[in-house]
């Protein structure tokens, strides 16, 4: 049974999507705080995290932080009633992994809930182990490193990164990769891709300003030129 961890103050809501996600089989725990969520979190007992970007005390993004910091791969679901383009790219900056703005449908809350159940199941399937340049992963042990120093990746970016890998070279769209990363079509203006490459080009790129190995085809999408 898939544990959905659901941070959220609201109770028409917190009633709603908990019991809509019961009845599609779904485990739900609930915090109603940022403390709580964070320490319940921390427990690495749920599966997905849907955290709301404002909550009495410790806010939504404060928890998101930490929990990377801290080494929580656990796929979270940031809502928020912000829908501007920025406040997208700052809840994915801290470490969400998506972004759903309120009001919604349940239908698409239970979607992208789907989507990252998905996607973070498949790393680690295969024994391989690429190498380019001075980093190394391996799909087995969902790990990587830079120069013998381990890189601490949420689990959406070390797919995307496995993805790349198994492409080298082909011209990936925007469009493909939130297909085959993400898991479902995302608003023509999102910019989920560009940060995303955008971390894996800081985390992984000698020099990220002048990349090497993730590449930027303009008007088009990116490459892996490892």
């Known amino acids: 049974m898939t544990r959905v961890l659901l ?22 725990d609930v915090a109603t705080d940022g403390d709580t969520g964070l320490a319940r979190a921390l427990e690495r007992k749920a599966d997905v995290i849907v955290l709301d970007g404002m909550l009495p005390g410790r806010d939504g993004l404060d928890v998101c932080r930490i929990l ?14 912000r829908g501007q383009v920025m406040d ?11 972004y759903l703005v309120k009001p919604f449908e349940f239908v698409e809350l239970l979607a992208r809930i ?11 399937r295969t024994a391989d182990v690429t190498r380019f340049g001075d980093v190394v992963v391996s799909r087995r042990e969902t ?15 070390f797919k995307l990164l496995v993805y790349f890998l198994d492409h080298p070279l082909a011209t990936l769209t925007r469009d493909e990769l939130l297909d085959a990363v ?5 608003m023509p203006t999102t910019r989920t891709v560009d940060v995303h490459v955008g971390v894996l080009r800081r985390k992984l790129e000698p020099d990220p300003p002048t990349p090497r190995y993730f590449l ?10 490892g």
Not at 88 to 98: C, E, I, P, Q, Y
Not at 143 to 157: D, F, I, K, N, W
Not at 216 to 225: E, I, L, P, S, W
């Open 182 to 186: 993400w898991g479902y079509q995302a």
């Open 7 to 28: 941070i959220d103050d609201e109770p028409s809501l917190v009633f709603m999507v908990t019991d809509r996600l019961e009845a599609e089989g779904y485990a739900v």
């Open 216 to 225: 930027t085809v303009h008007g088009v999408g990116y490459k892996f030129a």
């Open 143 to 157: 790990s990587v490193s830079r120069g013998g120093v381990p890189v601490e990746l949420t689990a959406l970016e």
């Open 88 to 98: 997208r790219v700052v809840g994915l900056r801290f470490g969400a992994d998506d």
């Open 68 to 81: 990377r910091q801290r080494g929580v791969t656990t796929p979270v679901l940031m809502l928020s009633a």
């Open 114 to 124: 789907d989507a990252l159940t998905r996607r973070t199941a498949a790393p680690g």
